[in-house]
């Protein structure tokens, strides 16, 4: 089968070659059925997120053993099962999130961590939701439960989490603020229902958020977003409110902000630091509940995944790169060349 392979850490925005770190084979040996509950499916997506970047550079905090198959999330078609199987069956349409190795045609997956696709949802759209909008909607229902009025202010708005924190945001029923940088992004943003969103190409986020906040007679930010960290952070900080919470979902701008202990006591902040794919470890129960919620919002049209970058698995590079230069509006996909012409016609 075709896959994407990392054969050593480095940039995966280089060019693909005898010496790069990735590269494509297209005579890997397919995966094999090795557990009565093992499902191979067809991938028809897989997704792209920055962590799956920080892999393949080496700086992400879980580390493969080399060579390996990157790609976490993804969507597909399953292909074959085995005897012990009992929720799907072949054609089933599936998505899920893999520790890796979702950048291939085919992927094992045992059943328990299979999630089916609702009829009438794309399947591209499909497998760029586990990851994105599963870690937003763990961080912002399950842990911050947020509430109908509360302001929720998203930093990195319009990158995969971030778009998904925003939607999710506007399902909850908080008023919502984004920001992001270009009028691109904000028109997005705005689209999908953001209240008010800071062109952070043009204005600064603290005077923007204020004025916004005393045109609306709101005193502060109940709920922070962050998956930048660094200045950003540090700004947001002076613009919440007494009993705040702050959702610690990571630092693309790779700067670990400092949140001092003191205020938090003062101001009765609470910080959550979330690790979304540490659940399935420590409690899966949440995750299962969380993904089948966003499937069925999916389908009724609450939430959409906004795909701005396609690629095949030869421009993965493209893709990465995509991703490095904060190109994306919402996910950046792979779509895998071998997908049969029957299932084609069901993207
Ligand atoms: N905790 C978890 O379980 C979890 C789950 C998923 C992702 N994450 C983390 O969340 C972060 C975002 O992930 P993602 O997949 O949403 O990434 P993404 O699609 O690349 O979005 C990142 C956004 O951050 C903004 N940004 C600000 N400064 C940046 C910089 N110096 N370099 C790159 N981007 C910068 C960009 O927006 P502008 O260009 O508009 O400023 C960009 O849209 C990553 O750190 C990732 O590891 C954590």
Redesign the pocket.
């Known amino acids: 089968m075709e896959a994407l392979i990392c054969r050593k850490l480095g940039d995966p925005t280089e060019p693909m070659s005898d010496s790069s770190a990735i590269f494509v084979s297209i005579s890997h040996p397919p995966p094999l059925i090795r557990s009565p509950t093992d499902i191979r499916i067809r991938v028809i997506a897989a997704s792209?997120?920055?962590?799956n970047?920080?892999q393949i550079l080496g700086k992400?905090q879980e580390k493969h053993p080399l060579p390996f198959i990157p790609g976490s999330d993804f969507s597909g078609v399953v292909e074959s099962v085995g005897i012990g199987v009992r929720k799907f069956k072949i054609g089933d349409r599936v998505c899920a999130s893999a520790d890796f190795g979702a950048y291939a045609e085919m992927v094992v997956m045992d059943e328990k961590q299979l999630f089916r696709v609702p009829d009438g949802c794309d399947m591209v759209a499909a497998g760029g939701l586990p990851?994105?909008f599963?870690?937003s909607h763990v961080?912002l229902v399950h842990r911050a439960q947020l509430k109908p009025g509360q302001v929720l202010l998203v930093?990195?708005?319009?990158?995969?989490?971030?778009?998904s924190a925003v939607q999710i945001g506007k399902v909850c029923g908080a008023i919502v603020i984004a920001?992001?940088?270009?009028i691109e992004?904000v028109n997005v943003l705005k689209s999908l229902g953001a209240d008010h969103v800071v062109n952070?190409s043009e204005e600064g986020l603290s005077e923007s958020v204020k004025e916004y906040l005393k045109s609306r007679g709101l005193k502060g930010v109940d709920v922070l977003y962050d998956?930048?960290?660094?200045k950003?952070m540090k700004e947001s900080m002076k613009l919440l409110n007494w009993g705040a919470k702050i959702l610690?979902?990571?630092?693309?701008?790779?700067d670990i902000p400092v949140i001092p202990a003191n205020i938090a006591l003062v101001k009765n902040w609470t910080i959550h630091?979330?690790?979304?794919?540490?659940y399935w470890k420590h409690c899966p129960s949440v995750l299962k509940d969380s993904l089948n919620e966003l499937l069925s919002w999916l389908q009724k049209g609450l939430i959409s995944v906004n795909v701005s970058h396609r690629y095949s698995l030869s421009q993965a590079n493209l893709a990465f790169n995509a991703?490095?230069e904060?190109m994306?509006?919402?996910?950046?996909m792979l779509v895998l060349s071998g997908t049969p012409q029957s299932q084609q016609a069901k993207l």
């Open positions: 792209l997120n920055y962590a970047y920080l992400y990851v994105a599963g870690t961080a930093l990195g708005a319009a990158g995969g989490v971030g778009i920001a992001a940088r270009g992004k952070l998956p930048v960290g660094g950003l610690v979902i990571g630092f693309a701008s790779g630091g979330l690790y979304w794919g540490s991703i490095k904060r994306a509006i919402g996910k950046v």
